[in-house]
């Protein structure tokens, strides 16, 4: 298997944390932790498809800030979704236990949109 079609395979998973996320916004009780982890996990897959697509195996790692600087050397104008990696990071593992974080309705919110800018920025990179 090719890195491009390693990458898109990372980047299909990506998307379907992402539509996870926001079909699971009609969910009641809305599932604030849930649709927040599967943001940062989408936010993982695409910096994950970013590192194989330069040839290089991705850590076993969820810190979007680690992986964020694995991919800076190799991604044009990664600042640009910088201030998404660092809000989604810490959504990574406390979500997954109860009492572990208090998650409002306006931080899934952003969450939300911190993820679509992220695969918006990779998508177009990965696709070229």
């Known amino acids: 298997m090719d890195e491009l079609e390693y990458a898109l395979e990372w980047l299909s998973f990506a998307e379907m944390d992402f539509s996870s996320a926001e079909f699971l916004l009609n969910h009641k009780p809305l599932p604030l932790e849930i649709i927040c982890y599967h943001c940062q996990q989408s936010a993982e897959k695409c910096l994950k498809g970013m590192l194989v ?8 790692i969820h810190n979007l800030d680690d992986l964020y600087v694995l991919c800076n050397p190799f ?6 979704i910088k201030a998404s990696c660092i809000f989604l990071n810490k959504y990574s593992v406390l979500p997954k236990y109860p009492r572990e974080m208090i998650i409002a ?5 952003d969450a ?13 990179l990965i696709k070229k």
């Open 53 to 60: 697509l330069q040839k290089i195996t991705p850590p076993k």
């Open 75 to 80: 991604v044009p104008n990664l600042e640009n």
């Open 105 to 109: 309705k306006e931080d899934m919110r």
């Open 112 to 124: 939300l949109k911190c993820a679509k800018t992220i695969l918006a920025f990779v998508k177009p």
